[in-house]
């Protein structure tokens, strides 16, 4: 059978795509956010309990959530392939697993509150008791947020980008309509506190998990996916999805672990550099989350691309992406460069912060396109399947270079911040190189079975 033609638009499809990826990634930032305003007006204690136990549930969280978000691959496959009966079947596969994984999430409590007794300031009683509370309530949405991660799969493998983007502001917006109701204890609602920010953020998922069970399993979807008839995974199928599906969730983990290790770092240089760092982040935020929805995008037209037999467009595609997305972050970054003093003035008037601030976000505007490239070409190589090379490429990089080399730079070095962040920039090229020859040698698509030649990778731009 001949390949399909490639569409001479990849670039408008790919944006059209990202484009509410960027919306609903935005509004997943908005969810912290809001448990924090909201328990920012009980006590210091309650801010530094949630802030501190969010940064270690969603750690582990990605564990889980990642591993069940490789549905896109799967049934980016079976949508390229004009499998509509394959749809089903992996999203059966998938829930399969999160059956399984589910199991394990019930140990997720005492999990919690084991890491928690360590990462709590051993002065603060108050903190480790709130934060422990509130990462044992959390645990409870981590089998839900798994569930709608599939469907997400279901949507975004399809090319349905938008339905996933409302279910995100939904969910915002019911936390936040709770977290008004349960925090300080309004309309009659009890004061729960922190415990209060924990309940509405897994109510606010329970609701989107119902919607998401909804959009699967009702007649339209049912009709042309069969997604009500019952499949259980075998063995050979359950290893199938954990071979993909598991390093997504490690990999991510791995890259969490690292960037928290390395705040934690610099949080040695002083209270200012800590609290410019901080702010700095608050901006990167942004251009992040442009560079992960077109890889979000990618993974899912690679795929798609895939199971057409049409490794030449899956190239194409993830080379595509990534000029997308180093324009959309390297426009973002020029403002760090321009204006650094404007962006940090809007949130602190000391000039030791602002001053530090000033130079971390110089520095991360230098290397957004190289982070742009990072995070597109491996979403790209995630697609197509290559998800333990990507895993093992970051955990090498990570923990073998970027993290000692950071902490050479800042202190035995003397470079401070400065150093910290250049030890970041090495990590990135590097790590930004070695996915760009992964993915010029076409190796990537031994990872998809009925690929063609890998020399398809000399297709232009």
């Known amino acids: 059978m001949r390949a399909p033609p490639i569409p001479t638009n990849l670039i408008r499809k790919i944006a059209l795509l990202a484009g509410p990826l960027i919306l609903q990634n935005l509004s997943y930032a908005l969810l912290g956010v809001t448990d924090t305003f909201f328990v920012s007006r009980i006590s210091t204690e309650a801010v530094g309990a949630v802030g501190l136990a969010s940064v270690l549930f969603f750690a582990l969280?990605?564990?889980?959530?990642?591993?069940?978000?490789?549905?896109?691959?799967?049934?980016?496959?079976?949508?390229?392939?004009g499998d509509h009966a394959g749809i089903g079947e992996a999203v059966w596969r998938l829930l399969t697993m999160v059956a399984l994984l589910s199991l394990v999430a019930l140990s997720l409590p005492w999990v919690f509150t084991f890491l928690f007794s360590y990462a709590a300031p051993g002065n603060s009683p108050e903190i480790l008791g709130l934060g422990t509370r509130y990462l044992q309530i959390r645990a409870l949405e981590v089998p839900l947020a798994m569930?709608?991660?599939?469907?997400?799969?279901?949507?975004?493998?399809?090319?349905?980008?938008?339905?996933?983007?409302?279910?995100?502001?939904t969910q915002v917006l019911t936390n936040i309509a709770l977290d008004a109701l349960l925090v300080p204890g309004n309309l009659g609602f009890p004061a729960w506190g922190v415990a209060g920010a924990a309940v509405a953020t897994v109510l606010a998922n329970v609701v989107v998990a119902l919607l998401s069970a909804w959009i699967l399993w009702r007649p339209d979807s049912h009709a042309r996916f069969g997604t009500r008839r019952v499949r259980l995974a075998g063995f050979g199928e359950l290893r199938n999805v954990l071979r993909v599906g598991l390093?997504?969730?490690v990999g991510d983990f791995i890259d969490v672990a690292s960037f928290t290790a390395f705040f934690a770092l610099i949080g040695r240089l002083g209270t200012e550099v800590l609290a410019a760092n901080n702010i700095a982040l608050q901006f990167m935020s942004l251009s992040f989350t442009m560079g992960i929805a077109v890889a979000q995008a990618s993974s899912s037209l690679v795929a798609q691309s895939l199971g057409a037999q049409?490794?030449?467009?899956?190239?194409r595609v993830g080379y595509r992406a990534t000029i997308l997305g180093m324009i959309l972050m390297g426009l973002v970054g020029l403002g760090y460069f321009i204006a650094p003093e404007l962006l940090m003035g809007v949130f602190s008037r000391d000039?030791?912060?602002?001053?530090?601030?000033?130079?971390?976000?110089?520095?991360?505007?230098?290397?957004?396109?190289?982070?742009?490239?990072?995070?597109?070409?491996?979403g790209s190589l995630n697609g197509a399947g290559d998800t333990t090379y990507t895993m093992l490429a970051r955990?090498?990089?990570?923990?073998?270079l970027f993290l000692p080399l950071a902490y050479v730079l800042a202190f035995p070095l003397g470079l401070g911040v400065r150093g910290a962040w250049g030890g970041a920039m090495v990590y990135l090229i590097v790590l930004a190189a070695v996915y760009f020859l992964r993915f010029r040698s076409g190796r990537w698509l031994e990872s998809f079975e009925g690929a063609t030649e890998p020399e398809v990778q000399a297709a232009p731009l």
């Open 61 to 81: 969280m990605l564990l889980f959530r990642s591993t069940a978000a490789s549905s896109v691959v799967f049934v980016g496959r079976a949508h390229g392939a």
């Open 147 to 169: 569930f709608s991660a599939v469907v997400w799969g279901f949507l975004v493998g399809r090319g349905d980008s938008r339905t996933p983007m409302l279910l995100a502001w």
């Open 247 to 249: 390093p997504m969730g």
């Open 310 to 315: 049409n490794p030449q467009q899956a190239t």
């Open 351 to 378: 000039p030791l912060v602002i001053a530090a601030g000033v130079a971390i976000l110089q520095l991360v505007a230098l290397y957004q396109v190289v982070d742009a490239a990072t995070i597109v070409l491996g």
């Open 395 to 400: 955990l090498v990089c990570a923990w073998g």
